[in-house]
């Protein structure tokens, strides 16, 4: 069931009456079932995956609070994240990583009758893998207790605002919540509207607009002109982020009038000046996650482990024999010898050494998470890159800057530019279908072909696109100067007038139609 | 992190939010909506109506002619300056980007309804292989002038239709009514593409081979019953395909078949045009002429005696 949908919103008006009907165990009860009928609409085999996880992780939970030997709590933790892993590893990248591996066999001439298997991905799989897992490890670490009521764990992992595209919100977040008796609230009906409304403009008005240009252009990217390619490739920034945060501003809306608070995923990355800064407001709750469960474990920026190197070294190991890129050993050899250079040069560097290990360690596996394709790793690598590349660089350039005597202002947004540049240039690996689809838009774009008005295609749609994303970049900036959350509150005569015009700029602009969320994939 | 959710949750009283006027807000934001969107409604309605777009034109009793063009976008290929300079008669076209025969033949019928019939009907048929379901609510902008209109998307598009009777704005929600916007100040006798097929796509016609145009059966009612009807009201019909793109052309390998069938039940020739361009330079991309190439197409059809 989609959020942009006429059968959601005949959900949606049912559940919130029964939900503000009833109390306690019922809503419990209530909330279980109707997140189960959600995902279940899609296809009720998902389901089954759901409530062995959940069951799964509740049983281990309670194990890992009552035993005290270490052997065995690890041995449980294990279980657990074995379990997880287990699941998406089959679901989402068992067809990869044996396709993969038949390839490069037929490249090296050795025939083989090893088939991929027909594997439905299971929708939102990652996420409530991921939330799942972070209740087993928050026990074991002993920073969470385990829930007792199992009907209360059920709900949390399949609470159906946030199932299949997040924000991951941690138990530790969500789990006391469910102690408190949420009564109808106006205040959080008022805001939480808000956001849902917010949503839609960005996921109906924008993101889907913007959708048509931009599956046009990386359907057949070797058939349009450079400007063609490089509008497509900066609507395609904007799509990507417009759907997803438009996901999960509806998420975090539908879960605030319920009364619940749930952690902010997006905060107007494109406004970075740094790429750990568009870290820390992109996809937050997935940043957070890997910084917290993979990062930190790693070594973080303190130390080393051997999981550093082993990641490293697989990563490097499986894309030189998959891809048979052999040329990749040169600056794998590279990295190894600056790595051994680096190392026992006194703490600090050590430190440094590690921090950008793990840093790549953490970005490839990111990259990996969003699916099962080269392209997806590649823009792992490439952010990866970009957080190593900016920790070396951002000294001397920022005293570049400053001996120039820019003004501040300007620096900000050479600094923007930059990293927006930057990260439209990665967004065309997650987005293209191949490195070959990939490398025809970056040599289109940079040939300069065409670079002219008459040769863009669907001027119509750039124009009312281009709108649109202005429209979204002055209301962000807005809500950098204006708390609108509060004068939403605050003055009536402000809610209604503009919930009323985002309704008539859905109304006008909007495009309709089941467009899936980008983030349902993954 | 507790206390944070607590203080959310209480439902301290607003700045003019007590509770007895907090549910006045609700049938007032309702009551908003419908007005400005009835409001936005009619303000854009007066703006189509001033648009030279060619189906404001039809509706607003500016589109009488002597030769009528209909088609999908190929069937911009007959540039109207063109055509009127070498017929010395008054030309209006119907022809958009995507339209079936089956949207197409209701504008031919509200044309019939309002207008004396034209002498000719320049009908390209390949605007019968395939539905472009995302067109048809793209023209509920005029449904208010149009019944046989409301009755095709209540009967294609249902959900559109009452949705549209809804919101009014909905109805301006399209590239149609952008359309209308970008003619308001030209005329759209000029709409055909000045641009030349790019290199790349160029490059990327020689990879293809094995194009199908399939002619759908439903859509072949259509083209015949728009040809009926404009026989029956002392219409001559000429059915012509316009020029591909070479390769494309070369690629298209059952071409032939489709209008053999088309003249198979329709009982007219087929005017065929698809090979008659050869230089890339006058094409805009694989299906379209481009305006210098229209030049060429338009002295061809001339010549040929077609009007």
Request: aromatic share 18%; with cysteine; proline share 3%.
């Amino acid at each position: 069931m989609f959020f942009n949908s006429l059968t959601f919103l005949v959900f949606i008006s049912i559940f919130f009456v029964l939900y503000f009907a009833v109390k306690g165990m019922p809503r419990l009860v209530l909330c279980l079932v109707a997140s189960y009928f959600f995902y279940g609409y899609w296809d009720w085999r998902f389901l089954t995956l759901i409530v062995i996880s959940t069951c799964i992780d509740f049983f281990v939970g309670r194990q890992l609070s009552e035993t005290k030997e270490e052997p065995k709590r690890k041995k449980l933790l294990y279980l657990s994240i074995i379990a997880n892993l287990g699941f998406l590893v089959f679901f989402k990248y068992f067809n990869f990583f044996i396709g993969s591996f038949k390839e490069m066999l037929v490249s090296s001439g050795v025939q083989t009758n090893m088939d991929t298997l027909n594997i439905i991905l299971p929708m939102g799989i990652s996420f409530y893998t991921f939330q799942s897992m972070s209740y087993t490890i928050d026990i074991y670490r002993k920073k969470l207790k385990p829930e007792k009521d199992i009907l209360k764990f059920a709900t949390y992992i399949s609470f159906f605002p946030q199932l299949v595209a997040g924000p991951i919100v941690r138990a530790s977040d969500f789990l006391p919540q469910f102690t408190m008796d949420k009564k109808f609230n106006w205040n959080n009906i008022i805001q939480g509207l808000g956001q849902v409304l917010w949503g839609f403009f960005k996921k109906v008005a924008i993101a889907d607009s913007l959708a048509l240009y931009v599956d046009l252009c990386f359907g057949a990217p070797g058939t349009y002109g450079s400007l063609h390619l490089t509008i497509g490739v900066i609507f395609w920034a904007f799509q990507i982020y417009c759907d997803f945060s438009g996901y999960s501003d509806i998420a975090i809306g539908l879960a605030r009038m319920m009364g619940f608070e749930f952690p902010g995923n997006f905060r107007t990355p494109y406004f970075s000046k740094n790429f750990s800064e568009f870290w820390e407001r992109w996809h937050i709750s997935l940043s957070s996650w890997l910084r917290d469960y993979l990062y930190i474990p790693l070594g973080g920026n303190r130390n080393g482990s051997f999981g550093s190197y082993f990641f490293i070294v697989l990563f490097f190991g499986i894309s030189i024999v998959i891809t048979q890129w052999w040329w990749l050993i040169i600056p794998g050899g590279f990295l190894s010898g600056f790595l051994y250079w680096y190392k026992g040069r006194g703490p600090v560097q050590e430190a440094k050494t590690f921090t950008y290990l793990n840093l790549m360690v953490t970005m490839l596996l990111g990259g990996l998470w969003h699916g099962a394709a080269w392209t997806y790793l590649f823009w792992g690598f490439l952010h990866g890159s970009y957080l190593i590349i900016q920790r070396l660089f951002s000294s001397p350039f920022n005293q570049l800057l400053n001996a120039v005597k820019i003004p501040l202002a300007i620096q900000n947004l050479i600094s923007m530019g930059l990293v927006f540049f930057a990260t439209c240039f990665a967004w065309i690996f997650f987005r293209a279908t191949s490195f070959e689809d990939a490398f025809t838009i970056i040599n289109g774009i940079a040939s300069f072909a065409d670079f002219n008005w008459s040769a863009v295609l669907h001027k119509l749609i750039v124009i009312k696109c281009a709108f649109l994303v202005l429209l979204l970049l002055m209301v962000e900036i807005l809500a950098q100067r204006v708390d609108l959350p509060e004068l939403l509150l605050k003055s009536p005569a402000f809610r209604v007038l503009s919930f009323a015009t985002i309704l008539w700029i859905i109304a006008f602009f909007g495009t309709f139609g089941s467009n899936a969320f980008i983030y349902f994939q993954f | 992190m507790q206390s944070e959710i607590e203080n959310t949750s209480t439902n301290k009283p607003l700045n003019g939010n007590s509770k007895s006027n907090r549910w006045i807000w609700i049938p007032i934001f309702i009551l908003l909506v419908f007005i400005g969107d009835r409001i936005g409604g009619f303000i854009l309605k007066k703006i189509e109506s001033k648009s030279q777009f060619r189906f404001t034109s039809l509706y607003q009793q500016k589109a009488a002619c002597d030769i009528l063009i209909a088609g999908n976008s190929r069937g911009l290929s007959f540039y109207q300056p063109f055509v009127e300079e070498k017929s010395k008669q008054k030309v209006f076209s119907l022809a958009y980007n995507g339209m079936s025969s089956s949207l197409g033949h209701v504008f031919l019928k509200d044309y019939y309804q309002q207008y004396d019939a034209p002498k000719k009907l320049i009908l390209e048929i390949t605007c019968a292989d395939r539905y472009n379901n995302e067109l048809i609510p793209a023209f509920s902008t005029y449904s208010p002038y149009s019944k046989n209109l409301r009755n095709y998307l209540k009967e294609k598009e249902n959900k559109i239709y009452y949705a549209s009777m809804l919101s009014h704005l909905l109805r301006y929600n399209s590239e149609v009514f952008q359309r209308c916007l970008r003619y308001l100040r030209s005329d759209d006798k000029l709409w055909l593409t000045d641009r030349t097929i790019s290199e790349a796509m160029q490059e990327e016609s020689k990879s293809l081979k094995d194009v199908s145009i399939d002619l759908i059966p439903e859509l072949q009612n259509s083209l015949t019953q728009s040809i009926k009807l404009a026989q029956d009201n002392g219409t001559e019909v000429i059915l012509v395909v316009a020029p591909f793109l070479p390769n494309y052309h070369d690629a298209l390998f059952n071409l032939h078949d489709y209008i053999e069938e088309v003249e198979k039940n329709t009982g007219l020739k087929v005017n065929n045009y698809a090979d008659a361009i050869q230089d890339p330079k006058l094409f805009g991309d694989y299906f379209h002429i481009n305006v210098f190439g229209s030049e060429k197409f338009v002295e061809q059809m001339h010549h040929d005696g077609l009007f």
